[in-house]
Each structure stands twice: as C-alpha cells, then as structure tokens.
C-alpha cells in the first residue's frame, strides 16, 4: 500500500505562485504512475495532470503553461509548481498514484488507487 501526503496549499492572491508536496511511502515511486486531481464542494474531482513511469507528463488543458509537475525519485516525492493562479485553481488538490492507467482513463479518478488527504489552494482576486 502506499500512503500519499501532500502538503503546501495556502492562501494566495491572483497571479501568484505556491508549490505542492506529495510525499509518498513508496521507495520506488519510478514505478508509479503519479497525479494531482482537484475538487471543490459540489463538483467532481477533476483532472489536473499526471507524470508516467518514464516521465511523460500530461496536463489538463487549464492548466497547460501555469502548473508544472515533477518528481524527485530521492526524495519520494512528487511536486506540484503552480503559477499565474487564477480564482478559478481554487480547491482541494489530491496526489494520486497508480499502476497504470490509458489515453483518457487517467482523467478519471477512477484508475487512480491510492490517495492523500488533500490540501487546500485558495486563490483571492
């Protein structure tokens, strides 16, 4: 099993920059398929990006040029650099992990099987 905590969201103004953390248990996080999804109250989890096993990153489309994934294979740890914040990015942001998971599929929450608790982004105008 592995145990997902993500941590960094804050309150920032429009057009600011914050960086989210996802520290995961696993030793060997190469072999995971890593994401961030986000929610707010109401509405479904949504898509944010993920990076494969080879680090082949995907973005949704509102956050393509603004949000940048990475990860440090040392560290266990995936990052989450966002940028030119907008209301809009405001949410709770999830770290996911998965084996494996195609094409659309992984804009689902449904093939993504571990989870952290969340962190909450707040974006002011």
């Known amino acids: 099993q592995v145990q997902l905590a993500e941590s960094g969201g804050d309150l920032v103004q429009a057009g600011g920059s914050l960086r989210l953390s996802c520290a995961a248990s696993e030793r060997t996080l190469s072999n995971w398929v890593m994401g961030w999804f986000r929610q707010v109250p109401g509405k479904e989890r949504e898509f944010v990006g993920f990076i494969s096993r080879s680090g082949y990153i995907v973005y949704t489309d509102s956050v393509k040029g603004r949000f940048t994934i990475s990860q440090d294979n040392a560290k266990n740890t995936v990052y989450l650099q966002m940028n030119s914040l907008k209301p809009e990015d405001t949410a709770v942001y999830y770290c996911?992990?998965?084996?494996?998971?195609?094409?659309?599929?992984?804009?689902?929450?449904?093939?993504?099987?571990?989870w952290g608790q969340g962190t909450q982004v707040t974006v002011s105008s």
């Open positions: 996911t992990a998965t084996m494996t998971c195609s094409g659309s599929g992984c804009y689902s929450p449904a093939p993504w099987k571990y």
